[in-house]
Structure formats: structure tokens, C-alpha cells
């Protein structure tokens, strides 16, 4: 059993305001992993403070952006020795399938590698050209780091989440509070040794695991200059609110429910062997995932078929279990919510043509749901339009090219999308009517070079990148004459 009884704040490894550990339970089958301190508002205080200790007289902000690469490539190297023990506590605590956890290992090697592949490249200070040859001043512009950054995680796929946000956030020199999910305090306090041996100055980073209340407290805190939250649209409308209210610079990675665009050419094995891990990778508890299948009506019978020996192939189980494709959800409050939206399915009339409502044999002990499918889908229906966040798939016909755009993007949502096609010119056109962040082609991976976010409720903001990293800057404009 791990015990960590400390809160990284500035730099430092300190005693909580509140001694009383949070146990935290395997969603395997709820026994105790371990038992950790929990952030109370005190904390925040005395980390927000140290942060902007940091970032007013400290070094962090005036070093070199090269220095500052550095330290984000000690921090990768770390991480990459460690990689094994980090996907193994994440599957612990999550109860995300062991494969999905080691496979993102190298994933989020690239994601650190396209920041700083964006930051070598950044014009941290740069001479504009006027546009006027007749005028006798320079135009300098320069890019500063914004301040303090209130960086808040969910729990789902944690270090990629933390690491989209710290990597540009201190590649751009900013200090930072990041706020974790009570559920991954022992994971994500090993990222925190990470950084403190990496070697950032005193005040740059704390890592505070916290619940709801305490990370409002956070974002409304006014020393902080920036919020950067992935989580919910609920949630995410809340924090916009407060952004607002104060001024405050905001970016917001929120829910979705992406389609999968199917056309009539489509290679079905091809895009079973991709949908298996774009729509029911990490138990189905991801927000870019592509749960809402069209399907043309000529092959709607035939992809229903497919579907089902798919879904039914995956072994479902112990998440430390090498064969295991899909684990337990988190919490049982969330196993709840997803076999409460499996009933809603039935009762509006959904076909379940694979899974349904009861708990899998021999599972009951811990937070299993059985991976349900459900055809004769109208994309009305509420398990069409919300975000269920669990392995539920719903299947929706379509009549033509334009019929299936049109579905596609009838939805609160616009986070991510697919589609499938013999003809990659053909999928290309699709995708440019899509109202949606990203999209991928024929089960392409995402890239980290190019920018990450959503449409409409889907968030505000994007992340990765060159574009991702400017959201963590103030642009300056300097003129001189000559």
C-alpha cells in the first residue's frame, strides 16, 4: 500500500492544512491502494503564493527559453525510464486496461516533443517588417509568459492531461498550481517527483490533488492569471464564468460526442480493427471518442453485424490483466451512470444488439459495465446527444453524403471525428464539412503538432503545438524609432 501524507507546493514536499489521508480504491474491486493528502484552501493559498513569488522575483521567467527546453527534456527522459511503473499506477487507480496505459507511454513522448519543437522555432522577439515602407519606426513584437496558471486536470488519461498543460505553460515561463483528481493522487504525485528532479526553481510548480470545492477556490483565487481546465461542460461553463467575471485569460478542453462517419466504400474490417480503439479505447472514458457510428443504410445491417463480433471480441476484466481490452469504470458513481444510460437506451426505444444494463458475471465486486451497443439509433435520442462517457455505442443510419454531415454535426458538441472511406480524397472532403476540431482519416492517429480543441460546447481554446503554446503567452508590441 502507498502512503503519500505530502503536498508538492513550490518545490517543496509539505506537511497538508488537513492531516486526514484519502483512501484511494482499486475500481478493480474497491479494495484500498493506498491513501493520500487531499489540498484544502489553505494549500491553495500557500501555492498560489509561492507561484507568484516565483513568477514576480523568481528566475523562471527570465531564463532562456533554450533553459527552459532543457528542463522539459530532463523531465521526458525521467518519465520514459519510469514509463512501466507510471502505466502501471494509472491502471490501478483508473482502472484503464494496462495496454491502453503502456501505450501511452510514447504518445506522450510526442506530445512533449512537438512543444518543443514549437518553442525552438518561437518567435520569442521578433522584428515585424512595417507594412508601409514610408514610416521611420521598427515594430518589435515580443511574446511573455502571462503569469500564474491554474492548470485543473481530470482523471481519465491524467499525464497526457497534465502534460498538455505544464509542457507550454513552463516552456513559455509561466509558474504553475496544477490541480488533480482525488482519484490519482499517488500517480500524479510521481510526475511531481519527476519535475522536482528535473529541476525547476523554487515556486514554479505545485501538484494538488483536490475535490470540486477546492479547485473553484483555485480558479477564483485572485492571484492567478490564467485558467486552463479540462473536465466537463458543465463544469467548464462554471469556470467560464468566473473567467469572465474576472478577466481572467481561459482556455477549456470540454466534453464530446464525436461521429464516425462510415461511407458506402469503406473497408468494415479496416474499420472495425480502428474503431475498436477510437471508440471504446480507455473503457470508453475519453472525451474524443467516437461512439456514435453512421452508418449508410445499404450496409446498416452488415456494420451492426460487424460491430457486435467486435464489441463481443473484447475480453472485459482485471485491468492489470495483459489480455484484459476493457476494465472497470472509475468510480462506482460513474459504473452507475453509465447502466443508467444504458436503461435510458431501451426505454427511448434503442435496439441493444450486444450488452445491456446487467453488471458482467464474476465482476460484481468491482465498477464493470458490459460494453453495449444499441442500433436503430435517431440521433434525438439522449444517448446520441449526451455524453456517456462509458463503453456504449449507438449506431445511426443515414441516406446519402449530405444526410450523414448533417448528423454529424447535429450535436452540442464538436470535439473530434472520423471518417471512413476507400477514397482518401473523398474522406478528406467529408472531413472539411465537419464542424468539429479534429478529425481522422481511415483511423488515423491525432497529432501534436497541430492544434487540439472543440467547437461549440466543446470547449474554448486549443492545445499542442505552436498554437498551443501561444496560449500561454502575452503579446507585446514595442516600437522605435529608427
Known amino acids: ?75 521526458n527522459a525521467l518519465r520514459e525510464a519510469r514509463a512501466d511503473e507510471i502505466a ?28 518543443l519543437r514549437a518553442a525552438e522555432e518561437f518567435g520569442w522577439e521578433e522584428v515585424v517588417a512595417p507594412s508601409d515602407p514610408s514610416v521611420d519606426f521598427d515594430t518589435v513584437v515580443r511574446r511573455e509568459p502571462i503569469g500564474v496558471v491554474a492548470a485543473v486536470i481530470p482523471w481519465n488519461s491524467p499525464y497526457s492531461a497534465a502534460m498538455a498543460k505544464l509542457a507550454p505553460a513552463l516552456l513559455a515561463g509561466n509558474t504553475v498550481v496544477l490541480k488533480v483528481s482525488p482519484e490519482n493522487s499517488l500517480s500524479m504525485m510521481l510526475l511531481a517527483d519527476l519535475f522536482h528532479e528535473a529541476g525547476l526553481p523554487g515556486g514554479t510548480l505545485s501538484v494538488l490533488p483536490a475535490n470540486r470545492e477546492t479547485s473553484e477556490y483555485l480558479v477564483s483565487h485572485p492571484d492567478v492569471d490564467k485558467i486552463s481546465f479540462t473536465g466537463s461542460t458543465r463544469a467548464g461553463r462554471r469556470i467560464a464564468s468566473i473567467a469572465g467575471e474576472q478577466l481572467k485569460r481561459v482556455g477549456l478542453e470540454l466534453g464530446g460526442k464525436s461521429a464516425a462517419i462510415v461511407l458506402e466504400d469503406a473497408d ?58 476493457i476494465g472497470p469504470m472509475i468510480r462506482p458513481d460513474q459504473q452507475q451512470r453509465v447502466i443508467d444510460y444504458i436503461r435510458l437506451g431501451i426505454e427511448e426505444g434503442a435496439r441493444p444488439v450486444t450488452g445491456g444494463p446487467e453488471v458482467p458475471k464474476g465482476l460484481e465486486q468491482g465498477n464493470y459495465v458490459t460494453p453495449t451497443l444499441f442500433a436503430d439509433v435517431d440521433n434525438s435520442m439522449r444517448i ?77 481554446g486549443r492545445e499542442y503545438g505552436a498554437v498551443g503554446l501561444t496560449g500561454y503567452v502575452e503579446h507585446k508590441t514595442v516600437t522605435r524609432r529608427r
Open 268 to 325: 468494415l474490417p479496416s474499420v472495425m480493427q480502428g474503431l475498436r480503439f477510437g471508440s471504446l479505447g480507455n473503457n470508453g472514458e475519453a472525451c474524443i471518442l467516437q461512439t456514435r457510428i453512421l452508418a449508410p443504410r445499404g450496409r446498416y445491417d452488415e456494420i451492426v453485424a460487424a460491430l457486435k463480433e467486435m464489441v463481443e471480441s473484447l475480453k472485459v476484466g482485471d485491468p492489470s490483466a495483459e489480455d484484459t481490452f
Open 384 to 460: 446520441a446527444q449526451e455524453e456517456i462517457f462509458g463503453p456504449v455505442l449507438t449506431v445511426i443510419a443515414y441516406d446519402d453524403e449530405d444526410d450523414a454531415v448533417r448528423i454529424a454535426n447535429d450535436s452540442d458538441y464538436g470535439l473530434s471525428g472520423g471518417v471512413w472511406s476507400a477514397d482518401p480524397e473523398r474522406a478528406l472532403e467529408v472531413a472539411r464539412r465537419l464542424r468539429t476540431g479534429t478529425v481522422t482519416l481511415n483511423g488515423s492517429p491525432m497529432s501534436f503538432d497541430g492544434p487540439f480543441g472543440g467547437y461549440k460546447a466543446s470547449g474554448i
Open 88 to 115: 502501471a499506477a494509472i491502471s490501478a487507480e483508473n482502472g484503464s486496461a494496462l495496454w491502453f496505459t503502456k501505450a501511452g507511454q510514447p504518445f506522450l513522448t510526442r506530445q512533449a516533443n512537438a512543444y
Open 1 to 75: 500500500m502507498m502512503i503519500r501524507d505530502k503536498l508538492y507546493i513550490g518545490g517543496s514536499w509539505v506537511a497538508p492544512s488537513n492531516p486526514d489521508l484519502l483512501e484511494i480504491l482499486s475500481p478493480h474491486d474497491r479494495s484500498v491502494l493506498g491513501r493520500a493528502a487531499q489540498a484544502a484552501e489553505a494549500d491553495v493559498d500557500a501555492a498560489v503564493a509561492a507561484a507568484r513569488e516565483a513568477f514576480d522575483h523568481g528566475p523562471w521567467p527570465r531564463t532562456d527559453p533554450k533553459e527552459r527546453q532543457e528542463v522539459i527534456r530532463r523531465l
